[in-house]
């Protein structure tokens, strides 16, 4: 194996353990009885089979049925925002605000930390009726407010978990406990890999660092390749995916070519998935070195679409996030997540109102500043590129809050929250395959619980499988003797929502 020249910029050691990483193949080859024409084709042949074997759907027969869309960008405000403050009017509720809650109301029902006597509270904000469908929204919402006819909401959203780590377990994997396959790895399961250069399923993560971890967006038992990417708005957008000082990408090069080809060596011998996903993602993340810093150079945008997301006013990564959402599915990208918690020392979505950030009066308007415009922009955007009649946006948290406030100490400065409630909740949705303008599902006349068509968790994801043409119940992979699927063994597409 003849020696290429080298970058001068390469120390003699790391020449040297070039050199021993290409004896070690070498010998390996040798000593497992493999030709070296057998290493020669393994180096040469691995990237085209790769891309082969990625494409593949691991199912036979899917899609089951023609999808109605091909993208979904999901935005999770993680922390449970207020339905009854932002779009879930109750007159009612302010009618009787600051008096006692019955206790008949509340009765068997769980609560995290509301103790004691149990008050209503109506909402500070001011409510008003937009557009044709007449849908309320809170005045902390004004952009949004004039997207109503495009948004369908769903207003009785259901779930059985009533603490933020279950709950969100539940949001994005269908189960509470930890370390099942998330939503974006079922659809990748299924739909199979389609990417060479960018991920099929990839992650943003603006503000806070995500409380509930990567498993939010991992493979759980489903191969490792499945899972979620995680990509930054600003500084490195992946980690170690720049080459390392004084290596260049054609050493790079040939180190990807000897790991893959130890790999298929041992994977022949071996089959295990692991190794699979890590032929695939030492390569992905090469073929990334060159799309990744495409992807977020914002240069080409113009001003006009920067304006539209509120880049420039707002500087947050929120709304970086979603015009690299955009631009993700734009280029093909099938499934994005972006896990919103808040801002560190400023806002967050759980209104306790135990502090400033966590307050309605304070928290609550702060964070709709910063996703208010945004998340319309994305909506309008991708309606301008002509890309939302077949991608399907999501915009909801893991469950709503409670009717009556929760008196923590922040009521001594002023500060009024409401404690996890996960009787009753609202999402909204935007894009291909569904009603817009349309509002499915009403709560009491004091946001209590769901008095008509109650959404669990399993029905929505149901029906987004079914947009993307899978039938939940076909999806399954066995595991520890079951077969398992993301809906568990509940879920019905929600028909009234489709167009």
């Known amino acids: 194996m003849s020696k290429r020249p080298r970058s001068r910029s390469i120390s003699a ?290 001003q006009a679409t920067l304006d539209l997301y509120g880049i420039d006013k707002l500087t947050t990564a929120y709304a970086r996030s979603c015009l690299v959402a955009r631009r993700l599915v734009e280029r093909g990208v099938r499934f994005v997540q972006i896990c919103y918690e808040g801002e560190p020392l400023k806002a967050i979505w759980d209104c306790h109102g135990d502090t400033r950030r966590a307050s309605l009066e304070v928290g609550l308007p702060h964070l709709c500043q910063q996703i208010d415009q945004p998340t319309a922009g994305l909506i309008r955007d991708l309606r301008q590129r002509g890309l939302l009649d077949d991608t399907l946006v999501i915009w909801g948290g893991e469950f709503g809050r409670t009717p009556m406030n929760e008196d923590r100490p922040g009521a001594e400065k002023g500060y009024t929250g409401r404690d996890h409630w996960p009787r009753a909740g609202t999402m909204f949705l935007a894009g291909g395959g569904i009603k817009p303008g349309f509002t499915l599902g009403a709560t009491d006349e004091l946001g209590f619980g769901a008095v008509e068509d109650p959404v669990p968790i399993h029905d929505l994801n149901a029906t987004l499988l079914h947009l993307l043409g899978i039938d939940h119940k076909r999806l399954t992979y066995r595991f520890q003797g079951r077969d398992f699927r993301l809906t568990d063994v509940y879920g019905n597409v929600i028909h009234k929502l489709l167009a």
């Open 13 to 302: 050691a790391q020449s040297l353990a070039l050199e021993q990483v290409r004896r070690l193949t070498r010998r390996h080859f040798l000593g497992e009885g493999v030709s070296l024409g057998a290493a020669a084709l393994a180096l040469l042949s691995h990237r085209g089979a790769l891309a082969d074997d990625a494409a593949a759907s691991p199912l036979a027969g899917l899609p089951h049925h023609a999808p109605r869309v091909k993208r979904v960008i999901y935005l999770q405000m993680l922390g449970g925002p207020s339905q009854l403050d932002l779009f879930d009017y109750k007159p009612k509720l302010n009618d009787v605000h600051g008096q006692d809650v019955p206790t008949s109301l509340f009765a068997g029902q769980r609560l995290a930390f509301v103790r004691g006597t149990k008050k209503f509270l109506g909402t500070p904000f001011e409510f008003q009726q937009y557009g044709a469908s007449g849908a309320w929204v809170s005045n902390l919402l004004p952009h949004l407010s004039g997207l109503v006819d495009e948004l369908t909401f769903i207003k009785s959203m259901e779930t059985d978990q009533f603490n933020h780590g279950p709950a969100w377990n539940v949001l994005t994997t269908g189960y509470p406990q930890a370390g099942k396959p998330s939503l974006g790895a079922w659809i990748n399961y299924g739909l199979g890999n389609a990417q060479q250069n960018l991920p099929d399923f990839a992650v943003l993560v603006p503000g806070m660092r995500n409380s509930g971890g990567k498993g939010m967006w991992g493979a759980g038992f489903l191969p490792a390749r499945h899972q979620g990417v995680e990509l930054r708005t600003q500084g490195e957008t992946v980690p170690f995916l720049s080459n390392p000082q004084g290596i260049d990408a054609e050493a790079r090069r040939d180190t990807i070519e000897a790991v893959a080809a130890l790999d298929r060596i041992r994977l022949s011998t071996m089959p295990d998935d692991e190794i699979g996903a890590s032929i695939a993602s030492y390569e992905l993340a090469y073929q990334m070195q060159t799309s990744v810093p495409e992807l977020m150079d914002f240069q080409s945008e113009t």
